[in-house]
């Protein structure tokens, strides 16, 4: 490797670098997507990754799908002939691997017609970019690592900040995409859901966070001369709904087993249905008892009395 160091290291003799953006920003300051970046001079493969990375490149170029290798076949500038592009995949353990990504994909049109022949020794991959050749153009050929081809690479703009560290950002072709987690929304998952605001008539809500985020919890009170009936805590739930919090005392119980929302009746409300409840319940009670008495005397006069004897029987 030090015999190429030389080359690579000294500033003024470093191949000028030239960037194709794949993604344009908008306004507002949105990043950009992947780009990729070329090399206008000719180097071995191996050489052709330290270059990527020296000129703070993520790693050479790693192509995801069909895609994006027809994307740079587009792009590039056409070669009308050898030397093409080194891309970053080579054979690991006889299986044709990305590096630093450690992908696999090869697609089923990635190959050039016959290729990869599998010539003993050549085990890293090129590009053809030649427009005049319309059967290879965009397609790949393995070849010996030594070889002299100029260098592809990447830079990825997914970082830690780029999804605000609430999803996981994804690179595409025309833009970057945030996976955002439960309760985040935007491109940039910028955004905190939340739920409606909670309406508690004739009592107080106060929550944990004014914009009622998930995750945010609001304690229910009632005025003065009226009863919570449900739950004294709610919470705003990964679907954005209103669930209550579990609580110890008998109302709580009720209203989660009746699935009622929380309000504030007045005391005397209270009382007459309770009252009402109680005078059902001791109906019920009357009544049952009544059933049972009767069905007991039913039943004992149907069995015969005691003592009494065939009259066939012996003495």
Request: one cysteine or more.
């Amino acid at each position: 490797m030090a015999v190429y160091g030389p080359s690579f290291r000294q500033p003024q003799l470093v191949t000028t670098m030239w960037m194709l953006i794949i993604v344009l920003g908008t306004c507002g300051g949105r990043a950009m997507g992947w780009t990729y970046h070329y090399s206008e001079k000719t180097m071995n493969w191996t050489m052709a990754r330290e270059w990527c990375r020296m000129n703070n490149h993520t790693d050479m170029m790693a192509i995801q799908n069909q895609e994006e290798n027809n994307y740079l076949r587009d792009v590039l500038p056409d070669r009308t002939g050898s030397p093409y592009y080194w891309i970053g995949i080579t054979k690991i353990n006889e299986s044709w691997t990305w590096i630093g990504t450690n992908g696999t994909w090869v697609g089923n049109y990635s190959w050039a017609p016959n290729e990869p022949n599998n010539i003993l020794g050549e085990e890293c991959v090129e590009m053809y970019v030649n427009k005049g050749n319309s059967e290879n153009h965009g397609k790949w050929n393995d070849d010996k690592c030594s070889n002299l081809k100029y260098s592809l690479c990447y830079r990825e703009q997914c970082n830690q900040t780029s999804c605000k560290g609430q999803g996981r950002c994804l690179e595409t072709i025309n833009n970057f995409t945030c996976v955002c987690e439960p309760g985040f929304e935007g491109h940039g998952c910028q955004t905190a859901k939340g739920c409606d605001p909670f309406c508690l008539p004739d009592g107080f809500v106060n929550c944990s966070a004014v914009d009622l985020t998930v995750n945010s919890t609001c304690r229910l009170s009632c005025e003065k001369g009226s009863l919570l009936l449900g739950l004294p805590e709610v919470s705003c739930s990964m679907d954005r709904v209103w669930t209550g919090v579990r609580g110890d005392d008998v109302w709580s119980r009720i209203w989660l087993w009746s699935g009622r929302r929380p309000v504030c009746a007045s005391y005397q409300h209270v009382l007459m249905v309770v009252a009402a409840g109680s005078m059902l319940s001791m109906s019920c009670c009357i009544c049952c008892c009544f059933n049972h008495r009767k069905r007991k005397k039913h039943a004992q006069l149907r069995e015969p009395e005691e003592g009494v004897t065939s009259s066939n029987g012996d003495i």
